[in-house]
């Protein structure tokens, strides 16, 4: 192995729980890949989800844009070669950051939709927050990529979202939750879905992947395999 890993931004505090995950996987993935004593070069920057989640709360997703925009752009100008954002529902402002920035910046769905694809499914059931589930940022990526995007009720979104944000974000776990998550997979699974989506960050704290009854992708996992790919493309050759 000759050189450096390249040096991974990542914006983070939404929530700082998502965060910590995302900080844990990539060194352990990067140690896991180089041996030795090695872990990821990267930086964090972290911004504070109370205001990240009262503005999306209220719709003002140009403010979060600002905000991770701005966090963005430092990270680059602290010498970040990629930049990722530590959260899912904070792809809702991707193309904003994109074009905030030079240097890559990666959306989780694209290796998501890639691994789906390989294991030959096509009909997925999406997790996450109310935002993830509701809006395109996440399915539309997906659906670009060929997948058929299912998602639970109306009424077990906004359920689920609560669970997110009221319980899993502060880093707190309740069997109830857990048990109202695998309800929502077992009608996903009626309706006619392959695998699982776990858009969301925190999910697996609630229900592993592989206590699921289908096929469990976690896109946090794989959104920081993708990045690792990049970072010690120049280490491994």
Same mark, same amino acid.
């Given at each position: ?11 983070? $505090? ?18 896991? %890949? ?25 719709? @003002? ?11 963005? %752009?430092?990270?680059? %100008? ?40 390989? %294991? ?20 539309? @990526? ?28 502060? $880093? ?66």
């Amino acid at each position: 192995m000759t050189g450096q890993s390249r040096l991974i931004g990542m914006v983070g $505090g939404m929530s700082w729980e998502s965060s910590a995950i995302y900080y844990r996987l990539l060194n352990q993935g990067a140690g896991a %890949r180089l041996g030795g004593h090695h872990n990821a070069r990267s930086l964090l920057y972290t911004l504070d989800f109370d205001e990240i989640n009262r503005m999306a709360a209220l719709g @003002r997703w140009d403010v979060v844009a600002e905000r991770v925009s701005d966090a963005a %752009r430092w990270l680059e %100008r602290a010498g970040a070669d990629l930049v990722m954002l530590t959260a899912v529902s904070a792809h809702r402002v991707f193309e904003e950051v994109q074009t905030a920035v030079s240097v890559p910046l990666l959306h989780v769905g694209d290796p998501t939709a890639k691994s789906i694809k390989a %294991r030959g499914l096509s009909r997925v059931g999406l997790l996450g927050t109310r935002y993830t589930m509701e809006q395109e940022f996440l399915s539309g @990526r997906l659906r670009g990529h060929g997948l058929e995007v299912l998602t639970p009720s109306a009424e077990q979104r906004e359920r689920l979202h609560r669970i997110i944000i009221d319980e899993l974000t502060l $880093g707190k776990v309740e069997d109830a939750s857990r048990a109202t998550l695998l309800e929502m997979t077992a009608d996903l699974e009626a309706r006619g879905a392959q695998a699982f989506i776990l858009g969301c960050t925190e999910l697996p704290l609630l229900v592993g992947t592989g206590d699921y009854p289908l096929p469990a992708f976690d896109a946090t996992e794989l959104h920081v395999e993708a990045a690792l790919d990049i970072a010690l493309a120049d280490v491994l050759g």
